[in-house]
Structure formats: structure tokens, C-alpha cells
């Protein structure tokens, strides 16, 4: 995923105000990338309805089309109601699109679930890229640089270029960030814990730079600062993204293996993240 794909945003929609505001981002980001955007209501039983039944069809579109006009009006949209699971429908569509937007949380969710079943399976499955808007992302896109959560392993490649690309286009810098976390063994003190950081820092810095060098070199006009830190990663990663216009992470990273969907810390920066999430599968 060396490229961002030319293809439709899709969105889901399901009328809640997370997915209202999913809507409002992905209408964004279509237009900032010359993008058309398709917006998506799927519901296992109103989609047999509307299947059989155009009059029907017409008039939930029209219902969708009349809710988000003041957000779309100026975008390429197509309205969408599909006789599927939410995750499938996405899923399926985003084999042509060239990003998923969805909302953290649906009409399903409670308050106090961070993350909603269908966030959740979309960024586990989609072909493309998922950007997930949270109730604590800005209204609107900020000024703010990228940020990357780099760990330095080959799963995190296409994140990074993703990330590159993204810094390029929008004019602002890079910030890469790597986190370290020292389990506190027994009988370890804390001088021996901070020197064992440091250690794994000075090792881990050299990988970090060498996965970023062949993307600087790519996009030479990209001013990128490097931050190691030592911490929670999912925390810390979350704590450098604070005024970030999008903070970029892959599923899995060093410590995922092929048959795992999303690991343990792109899951927690979806929850702790302050701005939207631009989760990035590898390739294979």
C-alpha cells in the first residue's frame, strides 16, 4: 500500500450522531482528495424491503440524502441501502474504495463502550484504509502534522507511507512516534528498569529510522521529528497526537502475527486517540 487508492469514500450511516459525524469527516476527506463519497445504511431486514420494493428504496434514500445534504451538498454522493450486516456491506464496498470512514460508536452502542461492534469488525476486515472518528475528534480537520505510530517492523510499512502521503498532501510535518514499555520484573528497581528503557530506545532507534529512510526519500519536502518515549505505547502514542490533524497506526505491529486482525495497541489508540485514527492492514 506503497499508494493511496483512487477509488469512492465510503461511509457508513446508520443516523446515529457518531455516525452523523463520520459522515461529515468522510465528506472532508472526499473532497480533499477529489474523492466521490458513498454513503451506507445497511440493515439486514429494511434492505429485503427495499430490494422488492423501489417506492421504498427512493424514499429511505431520499430520507439519508435529506439528512446529510448541508454536509454532502458540495460532494459527489451516492446514498446506499444495503440487505446486509453493517461490517459485511462496509467491508464489501471497500474493495473499491479508496478509504472506510466509520463512526466509533452506532445507535447500538452504550456511552461508555469506546468502541462499537461495527468500528471494530470494519477495521479488522476492510481491503483499505479505515479512518475512524471518535467522539473526541475535532469537528473538523485540524492544521495539525500527522503523527505515525512507527514500531520499525515490516507490518508497519504501508502505515508509514500511508502517513507520508498524507503529510505531503496536507503540508505539515511528520511526527513519528515510538513507545517502549518495561514490564517492571520482580526484584528489578527503578534505576535498573530506566536503564533497560534506554537500552532498548538506543536499539530500537536505529530500526525506527532505517523503516522511515526509504519514505523520507520519497518525500523530501516531509520535515519529520522522531520521538522515542518511554511509557504504555497506546498512552503515549495518544499523548503526542494531542492538536494532530490524524494520527496514523497499523493493525499489527512487532508484537502481532499473521492470523491476528488488529493488535492490542491499535485497539487502545482508537480508544484513548484525540483525533480521528487512520488504521492501515498490511498487505498480507
Known amino acids: 500500500m506503497s499508494e493511496i487508492v483512487i477509488g469512492p469514500v465510503v461511509c457508513g450511516y446508520d443516523g446515529s450522531p457518531d455516525s452523523r459525524r463520520a459522515v461529515e469527516w468522510a465528506a472532508a476527506w472526499a473532497r480533499d482528495h477529489a474523492a466521490s463519497l458513498e454513503v451506507i445504511s445497511a440493515d439486514r431486514a429494511v434492505g429485503r424491503v427495499v430490494a422488492f420494493d423501489e417506492t421504498a428504496r427512493a424514499n429511505v434514500e431520499g430520507a439519508m440524502r435529506d439528512q446529510l445534504a448541508e454536509l454532502t451538498h458540495d460532494v459527489p454522493t451516492t446514498y446506499r441501502v444495503v440487505a446486509d450486516s453493517p461490517v459485511g456491506a462496509l467491508v464489501e464496498a471497500g474493495g473499491a474504495a479508496s478509504a472506510i470512514v466509520v463512526g466509533s460508536r452506532g445507535l447500538t452502542a452504550r456511552e461508555d463502550f469506546a468502541m462499537g461492534s461495527t468500528s471494530a469488525g470494519v477495521v479488522e476486515h476492510a481491503p483499505c484504509p479505515v479512518l475512524v472518528i471518535t467522539p473526541r475528534t475535532p469537528l473538523s480537520p485540524t492544521a495539525g502534522p500527522v503523527v505515525l505510530a512507527a514500531d520499525g517492523s515490516a507490518a508497519n510499512d504501508p502505515a508509514v507511507a500511508f502517513a507520508f502521503i498524507e503529510a505531503e498532501r496536507r503540508g505539515v510535518p511528520l511526527r513519528a512516534v515510538h513507545s517502549v514499555e518495561v514490564p517492571r520484573l520482580p526484584g528489578a528497581s527503578l534505576f535498573d528498569l530506566d536503564q ?89
Open 196 to 284: 533497560l528503557a534506554e537500552s532498548v530506545l538506543a536499539e530500537d532507534e536505529k530500526e525506527v529510522l532505517d523503516a522511515l529512510a526509504p519514505h523520507e526519500a520519497r518525500h523530501p519536502d516531509v520535515a519529520v521529528e522522531l520521538i522515542l518515549v518511554v511509557g504504555e505505547p497506546a498512552l503515549t502514542v495518544a499523548d503526542e497526537a494531542a492538536g494532530a490533524s490524524l494520527l496514523v497506526t497499523g493493525s499489527r505491529g512487532h508484537g502481532g502475527f499473521a492470523g491476528m486482525l488488529l493488535g492490542s495497541v491499535s485497539r487502545r489508540l482508537l480508544q484513548t486517540a484525540p483525533c480521528a485514527v487512520a488504521v492501515i492492514r498490511p498487505t498480507d
